[in-house]
């Protein structure tokens, strides 16, 4: 049972602020207050939601029924508010990225370390269900030890037709999908990454990113590709990944694909077949009888634990699962992927 009744707020009402009252609605024990967006058509939706609609952002930091304020405005204001948030005695979750810097991250994380309030990222694709049917498979060494891993996100739309096409506004695809793809990248592999190399795309744009490869190398050798494109008419498949017993797949956030392992290593030589103009043993497929195809396993998952594990750290009952450390980990990350970007090479990293 919870201590008390919590009181949210939302500052910015676009897409992830609806997104974020929808889901608030659905945790036991905390109620939304009340919304705050300096857009008046947007206030005026809340306002027909029957949300209690405040002024301005002091309006909701004087409200003593405020107790978490979730922050879901352009990027480039996330450190202003969560900082004034936090020095109000707020708790404080805010979208990702969580800032445009990691110098910024550490300026927030010290303010929240003197406030003594919790202060959690929203890094909700943690609990995609495809990303975790992934680790699963990496974890268990169910194909065998991964040595290669590919996580790709494809749309044929541009970059949204918002702030996120602007870079003072902390656009770009690397900051809006890449924090995303890298942060559970690096959950997924627990190691230090020797080696960043990343090409960014302008294809619809050239302020910002509207797309990027990025390569990271581990310090065992484990390589990771992950992609993000807007000018794709034809998706990749969301992961990908290589072990020495077998590969995976996933097609779709449908959850279609399939686990294909080895089997029995033994048996005949493999028979060349006719590949285009030439020969080929090497690529020959194989023989039925040495691999076994298997469907991918559905893992349960509810992005309603985000919310509860805040409550219960705020009680004192959990530890945060979003760790402010990871984060700054992956802002750095992020940071050395616009270097290697911006002077054509690899980076070192760790």
Known sequence: MREKIYGAAIVGYGGMGS????????????ELRGIMDIREERRNH?????????????????DPNVDIVIIATPNHIHADLSIQALRAGKHVICEK?????????????AVAEQSGQHFVVGQNRRW??????????????????VFHVESKVHGSRGIPGDWRAEKEYGGGMMLDWGVHLVDRILLMI??????????????TNKKVDDGFR????FESGITALLEVGTSHYIAMPLWYMNGSAGSAIIEDWSMNGRIVKLENAGGHDATPIIAGAGLTKTM???DKHTTITEPIPRIPTDILDFYNNVLDAIEGKAEIIVKNDQVLRVMRLLEAAFLSDETNQVVSFE
């Open 97 to 109: 990225p969580v800032t445009i810097t990691s110098e910024e991250l550490q300026g927030i994380m």
């Open 214 to 217: 990025l390569t990271l190398e």
């Open 46 to 62: 809340a306002t027909e939601q029957g949300y209690h609609v405040y002024p301005d952002l002091q309006a909701v930091l004087d």
């Open 128 to 145: 995609d269900e495809d990303y975790l049917v992934m680790k699963k498979l990496f974890d268990e060494k169910l194909i065998g030890d």
């Open 190 to 203: 627990p190691e230090r990454v020797k080696h960043v190399h990343c090409k960014f795309m302008h294809i």
């Open 284 to 286: 020959a497929p194989r």
């Open 19 to 30: 997104q974020h009252g929808r889901l608030v609605q659905r945790v036991d024990n905390l």
